[in-house]
């Protein structure tokens, strides 16, 4: 983000008022601040409270060996009674807890709380049959079918972890991922759909085995659900179809209460090095807090509202917000296989209408888009069931957030600006619908319970007016506990940076404007941001030379009007590359289809540059502010830390002739 667009943000001087109506019902008013801020572990316990223990916590929080905390300690709960049968016991097994809007038109399914009930413990008991013990990891690779969350929650159910890995991921992506959390089961479909077409899965999966079983790890079963009907290469010794194992299991299943910090689930997501790291959630905590501020965020009334959060469940936003934290509190939600505008622009709107959705959750990415196909589209559509907006995953601009407001949202609803990260596992700054008069762009405030700053380098606050570091300064119950299998690098990578004052670095920049309300700016590590998803940069390099032609790679994240960053790749190619002349084009398409397929769709560079050297300083250090200066196609800054200044005449010059 440019300097001028910063302080552009921030005179930013709109404000928006909750609706009074809204005001006096909201689920959490504006003494919640201070009751946390007086007892902030009696307010967790307070929240902890909603749901049902079998054993009560003799504890809130042990904080003894810090970075490494213990929430609710020798409390017991099963994450799947509570997110089903307690809605059931309670009388509410005909409420709709998914209503199924499949991508081809036709394709619908309402699925009550009781027939969840009876998914659940039918896949718990398959999954049981199959061997899976607690304990036991299994890789999930779906689409967004109604059997993805009844495999997440049976696997909830019986105390196996689980992975939930992205659809859109490669079979490279998914196999490293399988190896590292050594799923024992991978749940998967033939395929999904994807505009109108069937997309295989299966055969992603039977690659990944291989990935795996090269680097010493055997998968042991293979669930596939049937979806798409397509012809998929079938292994007797390892595969079973769903609808053999699961639809023939018994319906009653006893849940078994956990330890509140029973590993729940890992969720890979990109960091600074090449390897995605594996964010541990456990269940006590994660489960406390992710329905607490779905309830409190979302203003959540569960006997009338219908929420939608158009989030793929691999994702962490699906996880604490489409599972976990909308079942525990006895939601009613959208699940939507399709994507935005297929079979035509309006489907979203078209689905909020016919299924009265009262709160909508999305990313500024799709707005964005949205926005470009203009007003006339959505203006088709009766959207005035809505009631509150929310938005993750990236910086929202102001006009996005006006648009959303205005046009989304007919100018009644409250819109949230949700801040927070896989490794965070729920929300923790973000406005309150009922309290806060919201600010075009800004995340606001630290929910209650959470405590947050904007630290200097040496960790020390800044004044209003002022930007620095986006810190967490105390222990909340549903952060990572580790990473998968590497402690030393969750110590390193979140609690090195500011040791000695103890805080939490997220990896963001962030400002606080003149009033003291906070501004999420991006990351300040070599990490991006393309449509709300991570990506980072060593990761793609690390495709990148992967491939023979290529001797070097320089990856960074360059501004981009719709995705918010694009990846941009600056590549050395090897001499026997270029030895009979190069073909450029030809060149950079195989590198992005290499990049494809080693990661997936997401990662594929917006541009790939060949050129003849990278900018790096005396040490070795590539320099990727500058090339971010020719990504973005700004005159090139400061070059005096350069080993060799003349390079980056070099790339600008090849730049200026490559079109
Ligand atoms: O940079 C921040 C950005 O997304 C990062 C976390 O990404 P991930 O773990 O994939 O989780 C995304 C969904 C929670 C953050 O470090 N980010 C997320 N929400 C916002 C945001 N940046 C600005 N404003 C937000 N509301």
Redesign the pocket.
């Known amino acids: 983000m440019t300097e001028e667009t910063l302080s552009n943000l921030l005179h930013e001087n709109r404000r928006f008022e909750p609706p009074a109506d809204l005001a006096a019902a909201a689920n959490v008013k504006a003494d919640a601040y201070d009751a946390a801020a007086a007892d902030r572990e009696g307010f967790w316990a307070a929240a902890a409270d909603r749901l049902s223990w079998a054993t009560k916590w003799d504890r809130v929080l042990d904080w003894d060996n810090p970075p490494f905390a213990k929430w609710f300690v020798g409390g017991r709960l099963n994450v799947a009674y509570n997110c089903v049968d307690r809605h059931v016991e309670a009388g509410l097994g005909d409420r709709v807890a998914l209503h199924w809007v499949g991508e081809p038109v036709e394709d619908r399914r309402d699925v009550t709380y009781a027939e969840l009930q009876a998914e659940v413990s039918k896949a718990a008991n398959a999954l049981t049959s199959l061997g899976v013990a607690t304990g036991d990891t299994v890789a999930i690779y779906m689409p967004m079918i109604p059997e993805a969350i009844f495999a997440m929650l049976a696997c909830a159910r019986i105390g196996a972890p689980h992975t939930v890995v992205f659809g859109g991921f490669s079979a490279e992506a998914l196999g490293s991922r399988i190896e590292d959390f050594k799923a024992k089961v991978v749940i998967t479909s033939d395929g999904g759909y994807r505009r109108g077409a069937a997309s295989p899965l299966k055969p992603a999966v039977d690659e990944a085995r291989g990935i795996a079983s090269r680097s010493g790890h055997d998968v042991e079963k293979v669930l596939v659900v049937r979806r798409t009907g397509q012809d998929i290469a079938w292994d007797e010794s390892v595969d079973v179809w769903w609808h053999d194992v699961v639809d023939s299991a018994s319906p009653e299943h006893t849940p078994e209460p956990f330890d509140a910090e029973h590993p729940l689930f890992v969720m890979y ?1 990109s960091g600074t090095t090449g390897k995605p790291k594996g964010i541990l959630h456990t269940t006590g905590g994660y489960l406390t807090q992710a329905a607490f501020t779905h309830w409190e965020v979302f203003d959540l009334k569960p006997e009338s509202d219908v929420y939608w959060c158009t ?1 793929d469940i691999g ?3 699906g996880h604490s917000y489409i599972v976990y934290g909308p079942l525990a509190n006895g939601a009613t939600q959208v699940l939507y296989e399709g994507t935005p505008d297929f079979p035509e622009r309006g489907r979203w709107w078209q689905i909020i209408a016919e299924k009265k959705v009262t709160i909508f959750y999305t990313a500024p990415t799709a707005i964005r888009s949205f926005m470009k196909q203009g007003q006339e589209i959505p203006d088709r559509h009766d959207m005035s069931s809505l009631r509150i907006l929310g ?6 601009n102001p006009e996005a957030y006006v648009w959303y407001r205005h046009v989304i949202g007919g100018d009644r609803t409250p819109v949230v ?8 596992g729920a ?1 923790m ?2 406005p309150l619908p009922g309290v806060t008069a919201g600010k075009p762009g800004s ?1 606001m405030t630290a929910l209650p319970g959470v405590t947050a700053e904007v630290v200097s380098d040496e960790g020390v606050a800044v004044p209003n007016g002022s930007g620095g570091y986006l810190v967490l300064t105390s222990p909340w119950p549903s952060m990572l506990r580790t990473i998968w299998g590497d402690d030393e690098r969750y110590v390193d990578t979140y609690w090195s940076r500011f040791r000695e004052e103890g805080f939490y670095f ?3 920049g962030a400002k606080l404007d003149e009033d003291g309300d906070l501004w ?4 300040v590590d070599d ?1 991006m ?1 393309v449509s ?3 990506l980072s940069t060593t990761e793609i390099e690390s495709a990148l030379v992967s491939h023979p032609k290529v001797a070097e790679a320089a990856v960074v994240g360059a501004t981009d009007p719709d995705t918010g960053q694009a990846v941009v790749a600056f590549v050395i190619l090897r001499e026997t590359a270029t030895a009979d002349g190069v073909d450029l084009t030809g060149i950079e398409k195989e590198l992005s289809d290499h990049v494809r397929s080693q990661i997936g769709p997401i990662a594929k560079p917006r541009q790939i540059m060949i050129v003849p050297e990278l900018p790096k300083t005396r040490s070795g250090k590539i320099m990727r502010r500058l090339l971010r200066d020719v990504a973005e196609k700004r005159e090139v800054g400061d070059t005096t830390t350069l080993a060799d200044s003349s390079i980056m005449e070099l790339i600008s010059a090849g730049q200026a002739t490559s079109t």
């Open positions: 997501t989030a994702w962490i936003t938005s993750v995953g990236e910086p929202i600006d949700t801040w927070w990260q896989t490794e965070t929300i700054i973000s995340a997220a990896g963001d999420v700016l991006g990351r990490v941001n709300g998803h991570r």
